[in-house]
């Protein structure tokens, strides 16, 4: 287990911690990213693994469909019902061919209820149609297309950690924060 600390999420810390990753034995090429919407974060992953490049890549980034989704809901708002299923359903569809007809459809929908709403899915849908390239079951499809599991411990953490007031120095933060990590692996 490690923490890198950085003061902002930009493209520049991302890439630091992404090296020091692999410093530390994380592979070069072939992993898969499970990512929300940080421009950081995404910027480091194209200038770092070419994730945009499809021939070239040397990881796969998935979006996180329950962040996008929700994003698409506040664009669309009392419409959001319109388009619901036909989003899941992309990601529930048995291959590529079909997820790519069912997003042909929700492009159709989102344009004609709300133009905004239409832009956050194409800005995103390349990374949400990529999980059909893995070929997974169902209930993997389902698992790696969201940051939850990941939220989740944030949000223990948080629970845990809000009541430490002062932190000495950094190596004082990332102590504590390694032992409510641990302590949260049983819950």
Avoid at 67 to 80: C, P, Q, T, V
Avoid at 92 to 112: G, I, N, P, T, Y
Wanted: aromatic share 8%; glycine share 4%; charged share 35%.
């Amino acid at each position: 287990m490690a923490f890198f600390q950085a003061d902002t999420e930009n493209s520049a810390s991302c890439i630091e911690l992404l090296n020091d990753l692999e410093n530390r034995g994380l592979q070069s090429d072939g992993i898969l990213f499970i990512v929300d919407g940080g421009s950081g974060l995404n910027k480091a992953l194209n200038e770092k693994y070419l994730c945009n490049d499809r021939r070239r890549r040397r990881a796969i980034r998935i979006r996180c469909h329950v962040h996008k989704w929700r994003n698409i809901e506040k664009a669309l708002g009392d419409d959001s019902h319109k388009a619901l299923g036909l989003f899941w359903a992309i990601r529930e569809a048995k291959d590529m061919s079909e997820a790519k007809v069912l997003s042909d459809r929700l492009e159709s929908v989102l344009r004609d209820l709300n133009l905004s709403a239409l832009e956050s899915y194409r800005e995103a849908k390349d990374d949400l149609l990529v999980i059909h390239e893995l070929k997974l079951s169902m209930s993997l499809k389902k698992f790696f297309s969201t940051t939850n599991p990941i939220e989740s411990l944030n949000s223990l953490l948080e629970e845990d950690m809000r009541r430490v007031k002062r932190w000495r120095d950094s190596e004082h933060f990332q102590r504590w924060l390694a032992t409510y990590c641990l302590a949260s692996e049983k819950r």
